[in-house]
């Protein structure tokens, strides 16, 4: 099939394009972008970047032949360097020890002669640099010699448990005990009670119940006398001893002995006086009485 009309159009029009005149028309501008080579390699992907190596310390440590060198940064059990020096090597050689960079403490040991530790900081410095630390030889401390094994102590002699002496037969009595040195070594003991022993003027019982005290803890026939036997009227300068059967207190079957000389003076004094006969010749009575203290 055949088209005139289109094909005689259809030439004008490559007629204009190639004349580029005559034709009343404006032909764009072209613009020709060139296809990248095929024969170039990929691009290279970024070299990565190493991390730091962390800097690291030597110290030089002045050691003796044998010696330990350690360092640690906070628990001694677990070191951070543990070199041990040549036990062949020179007097006085050294030993590195490598540590990274912190604070740490370096110690040197020698069994027998030496023990010493010493801080070291190390910030101030960069890697590469030597430190010269010298740990000084300090002689050990002596053994401390074991205490001494105590002494066994001595056991005890128990106090002698009070006792009361068995009533005499019908019609007997006791013989009176000797304890004079009981009143005297009191008086020894206790020269201040004994000073102020006048009841009468001021002064206090402490003195005579001392002795009672003393006496009793042996035998507890002993106590305290009423005067001439009156009950409420108690010899302030006086013991009883009671000699007769029976209970003791109110018995009239008692020694009476007078045991401050001069009481109520000035220099008052020890004294064991027996006054039983005297109050017996003088038509008088002693009483025994606890005074109320047991």
């Known amino acids: 099939m055949r088209f005139p009309a289109l094909s005689s159009r259809l030439s004008a029009l490559v007629l204009c394009v190639v004349l580029a005149a005559g034709c009343g028309l404006t032909l764009p501008e072209v613009i020709v972008v060139p296809s990248p080579p095929s024969h170039l ?7 990565p970047v190493e991390p730091e190596a962390p800097r690291v310390w030597s110290l030089v440590v002045a050691a003796e032949p044998g010696a330990r060198i350690w360092a640690y940064e906070r628990d ?43 801080g070291v900081h190390l910030t101030a410095e960069r890697d590469g640099t030597r430190l010269d630390l010298a740990l ?46 009981v009143v005297e070594a009191v008086a020894r003991e206790r020269q201040d009670l004994l000073a102020r022993s006048c009841q009468e003027h001021g002064g206090t019982w402490e003195f005579l119940d001392l002795v009672v005290d003393r006496l009793r803890a042996s035998d507890l026939r002993w106590g305290y006398n009423w005067k001439r036997g009156v009950v409420g009227d108690p010899s302030l300068d006086v013991v009883a001893y009671h000699y007769g059967p029976g209970p003791s207190e109110g018995s ?42 047991w």
Do not use: F, K, N
């Open 41 to 47: 390699p990929p691009p290279t992907p970024p070299t």
């Open 76 to 118: 001694p059990a677990t070191p951070a360097s543990d070199v041990q020096a040549p036990a062949d090597g020179p007097m006085g050689g050294t030993v590195t020890v490598t540590l990274p960079e912190a604070g740490y403490t370096v110690c040197a040991s020698l069994a027998g002669y030496y023990d010493h530790c010493a």
């Open 252 to 293: 009239p079957e008692v020694y009476i002995i007078d045991i401050i000389a001069g009481h109520c003076g000035p220099s008052p004094s020890a004294a064991w006086i027996d006054q039983t006969e005297i109050t017996r010749q003088a038509g008088a009575i002693g009483r025994w009485t606890s005074r109320g203290r």
């Open 136 to 181: 000084e030889a300090i002689p050990a401390p002596p053994p401390v010699p074991a205490p001494p094994a105590p002494r066994p102590e001595p056991p005890m002699t128990p106090a002698p448990t009070p006792v009361r002496p068995l009533d005499p037969p019908p019609g007997g009595r006791l013989h009176l005990p000797a304890m004079r040195s």
